[in-house]
């Protein structure tokens, strides 16, 4: 055994109120929600929109993420369950079950639907949550680490990982049979870092978002995908139908993405950069000032 190699035993369960669990897990989606709609406020006012942009972005956006991450697990990692049961997509979600490509089609959805009812555009609004995107897929990649699961192979790597409760319906009672592991999770939250962390300066240095439309979503979908795509090597299988395969579910998932991802980058760089950088924000406001008009006319004439 590695002398310096990390024991990680830490219990999922935050707090237990009777049968009912928080888990360190639910913290971490809870904590990533915020950090999003946080940046997302400061975004949205430093380009001039009101908070109600906001409110309405992270009601579809968020319900979008939900629907998306749990439909996605549910359709590409266990269809013959789900769809000989399907009921069992809601009733069984306390057991887990959530994929980050399921997510991201439910986030572009959940965009498309935000952006026609404030009278955004579709690019104006997956620019803006593409760099929020990786942020809180690295602080949910925290969460699988404290729930001790997506876990690499055994490694030899100093920096190697023990999971005693890698899989809680069989715990292992010798910690010498336990193999130090890749943490993978670690591997993607820091990849995610550094994709946000670039993907910010983009925006708020080079003022990319508006200059460049589809430029900022291209390298985001890029960042996390790509990332998703290699470090997958290092994974254990999810599945067991994955077993024999060249390449597992979250790689073959992730490809289209990240041929989507080049082709808003090339499509970006080939167009003219926009000049009037102004003009997505003050037609929603625009917007807004005519559905305040009208509200005071229905208030007035009751």
């Not at 929020?132 to 192979?153: C, D, H, K, Q, T």
Request: contains cysteine; glycine residues 8%; aromatic residues 14%.
């Amino acid at each position: 055994m590695n002398l310096m190699t990390i024991i990680w035993d830490w219990n999922p369960v935050l707090v237990s109120v009777g049968s009912f669990d928080i888990r360190w897990y639910g913290l971490m989606w809870a904590i990533a929600i915020l950090a999003a709609e946080r940046i997302c406020a400061y975004m949205f006012k430093r380009e001039g929109l009101p908070p109600r942009t906001v409110e309405s972005g992270f009601m579809w956006i968020v319900l979008g993420t939900f629907i998306g991450a749990r439909v996605g697990h549910c359709l590409f990692y266990e269809p013959d369950v789900y769809l000989a049961e399907p009921w069992r997509i809601i009733t069984d979600i306390r057991h887990g079950g959530m994929a980050s490509h399921g997510a991201t089609i439910g986030i572009l959805l959940g965009i498309w639907i935000f952006t026609r009812v404030n009278r955004l555009t579709f690019i104006w609004g997956i620019d803006r949550i593409g760099i929020v995107a990786p942020l809180s897929g690295a602080i949910i990649r925290l969460g699988n680490l404290f729930n001790s699961e997506i876990v690499g192979y055994p490694t030899d790597m100093p920096w190697g990982f023990q999971f005693p409760l890698c899989h809680e319906d069989r715990m292992i009672q010798l910690l010498e049979d336990v193999p130090a592991r890749h943490p993978a999770q670690l591997y993607e939250a820091m990849c995610y870092f550094l994709t946000f962390g670039i993907l910010f300066w983009l925006y708020s240095r080079k003022d990319l978002g508006r200059k460049r439309p589809g430029l900022l979503f291209g390298v985001a979908m890029i960042g996390i995908f790509l990332t998703r795509f290699f470090i997958e090597f290092l994974k254990e299988r999810q599945e067991a139908f994955e077993d024999g395969w060249a390449l597992d579910m979250g790689q073959l998932l992730s490809i289209p993405f990240i041929v989507f991802g080049v082709f808003m980058i090339v499509r970006a760089l080939m167009r003219p950069a926009v000049t009037d950088v102004n003009f997505v924000v003050e037609r929603a406001n625009t917007f807004y000032r005519q559905q305040d008009r009208e509200k005071n006319k229905r208030s007035k004439s009751k």
